[in-house]
């Protein structure tokens, strides 16, 4: 009995929330004792809410107490300690604030060992008891809290959140049910869970069904694709071979042509070598006989001279010299001519590029620009059709896009294929492009044609200029208010041309595109501006 009174005393003056013994025991206005550190950090955590509990009883005071040492609890606690009184046992502890709490216990609460499965509750050590004698709670699965979701726990009342709230969308524990959500429609989680295992399974087979399409469209994909390649193997081995049977003929075409000039070469040597022989003889001849006659002619004799004049008097007879036409520069111009005719036609074959406005504006291609792009002095109108340079800055967010020191812009549109499409300016400078998508954006390297990634047709009056990678060709062109350009990226065509009643070539580019390209403007002067055109 004396042991029992001992024990009992051990639990009076020990702090529910430390388990030791009372250190600076206070009385709070329930008249619960704590050690004083140990409410001060409790109630340190409460800080952010408008009231504060008392631990164990969980009456809640307003405003946060003010706490007096208890000195005659103090002097007690003294007295049992020289005594030889001992925290209590383990077993018995009650709950502290960084605890979980028995959901059992009424009162005090003691500390949880166990929690249960399938009842969603906290046990100690003095309720865990049926559990494991009555064969009632033989199939449920108890864990260590160490293994139960924190999650699980109330955060306002410590305890299991066993209920949930439709009302609220939330988990709660039982006393939530009975304040701030009283009246709800709550359900035990078990039962929500059900419904919504079942809307998940329906999810789940959704899911499980459009990743089934997705599959079968992935393997229609992977079949067009391969579909695709062995076309374009099909087409290169062909085109390959056709390519081979006219490099075939061009060089049977060039191996004849050059026979032929061979031929014509030897047959003209041959007549004039014949014709110089014949020359030389003659003039070999000529000279004799002019020896001859400067031999009669020194004779001093009369009579001699008189004598010798009959044999040489042939002699004085006139001949003609053979007749010679110089033409070398006309022996082969036949040749060259039909061969250039030849050459000319094949480009033409291989090229393919319209030749009327008609037949440019079947490859129109509507363009807008991107005010992403556009420097901050552009104001960008008629529909992002249309860039006139503003004396003050424009309100633009910022982007990454945008060109910081060049007053140009970009179009919105990538261009691909075979496209037309045509500029209107005025006669003050300004610059037609067409750029990759990377083309810095700052710096010297971010005017259109002063880099490798752009090529710009410059603009001033009948100035002309196709400026890339730094490299400025001069074109000679009559002033047009409107420059059209045609793209054909497979074929690494850009031409320029200047559109009035009918299309004058300015220049053209033949290149390797390597990847889409954006149609690019620049403007020179205040208040000037240059203008997409609307196609039709």
């Not at 005594?83 to 009424?106: F, I, M, N, R, S």
Request: negative net charge; charged residues 30%; hydrophobic residues 30%.
């Amino acid at each position: 009995m004396a042991q029992h009174t001992v024990k009992l005393d051990q639990e009076k003056f020990s702090c529910s929330i430390c388990l030791d013994l009372l250190k600076d025991p206070v009385t709070i206005h329930c008249g619960h004792n704590y050690c004083m550190n140990c409410i001060k950090q409790h109630w340190d955590g409460e800080d952010q809410r408008e009231s504060y509990s008392c631990p164990q009883c969980r009456q809640t005071f307003i405003p946060r107490p003010v706490l007096m040492k208890n000195t005659m609890l103090a002097d007690l606690v003294e007295d049992l300690k020289k005594t030889g009184l001992q925290a209590a046992p383990a077993a018995h502890c009650y709950a502290g604030p960084e605890d979980v709490a028995c959901d059992v216990c009424t009162g005090s609460k003691l500390k949880a060992v166990k929690f249960c499965l399938q009842c969603q509750v906290s046990y100690c050590e003095q309720h865990l008891q049926p559990h494991y004698e009555s064969p009632a709670f033989e199939k449920h699965k108890l864990v260590n809290l160490s293994k139960m979701p924190q999650v699980n726990i109330c955060s306002h009342h410590g305890e299991v959140m066993n209920l949930f709230c439709r009302t609220d969308q939330k988990c709660i524990c039982y006393r939530c049910s009975m304040d701030e959500h009283k009246g709800h429609d709550t359900v035990s989680v078990e039962a929500e869970r059900n419904e919504k295992q079942r809307e998940v399974k329906a999810s789940q087979q959704k899911v499980q069904q459009r990743i089934q399409d997705r599959e079968k469209g992935v393997k229609m994909l992977q079949q067009e694709m391969e579909t695709i390649n062995n076309f374009a193997d099909e087409a290169v081995r062909e085109s390959e071979k056709i390519f081979n049977e006219l490099i075939h003929l061009i060089e049977k075409r060039s191996s004849d042509v050059k026979q032929q000039i061979k031929s014509r070469q030897e047959t003209e040597v041959s007549r004039v070598k014949e014709l110089q022989e014949k020359l030389q003889q003659e003039i070999s001849d000529l000279k004799r006989k002019d020896a001859e006659l400067k031999e009669l002619s020194d004779t001093k004799d009369h009579i001699q001279f008189l004598q010798n004049y009959p044999s040489l008097s042939h002699l004085s007879e006139y001949t003609d010299s053979p007749r010679i036409n110089l033409r070398p520069l006309q022996y082969f111009d036949s040749v060259t001519v039909v061969v250039s005719e030849l050459r000319d036609k094949m480009q033409d074959i291989f090229r393919e590029e319209p030749k009327t406005r008609d037949e440019f504006l079947k490859y129109s291609v509507q363009v807008t620009l991107d005010p992403n792009t556009a420097h901050i002095r552009l104001l960008l109108s008629e529909g992002n059709k249309k860039a006139t340079v503003m004396r003050e800055e424009q309100t633009y967010t910022h982007h990454c896009d945008r060109f910081t020191e060049q007053r140009q812009v970009l179009s919105r549109e990538s261009l691909t294929g075979c496209c037309y499409w045509e500029v209107k300016k005025e006669k003050h400078g300004a610059m037609v492009a067409v750029t990759y998508k990377d083309i810095s954006r700052t710096g010297n390297e971010s005017t259109l044609g002063s880099n490798d990634r752009s090529w710009a047709l410059e603009c001033d009056g009948e100035e002309y200029k196709l400026i890339h990678n730094k490299v400025s060709t001069s074109i000679s062109g009559s002033e047009s208010s409107i420059v059209g350009v045609y793209l054909d990226h497979s074929a690494g065509i850009l031409s320029f041309y200047n559109v009035s009643d009918t299309m004058t070539l300015l220049h053209r580019v033949q290149t390797t595109f390597t990847q889409p390209l954006y149609a690019g403007l620049s403007v020179y002067g205040n208040d000037y501006s240059v203008e997409l055109c609307e196609l039709k």
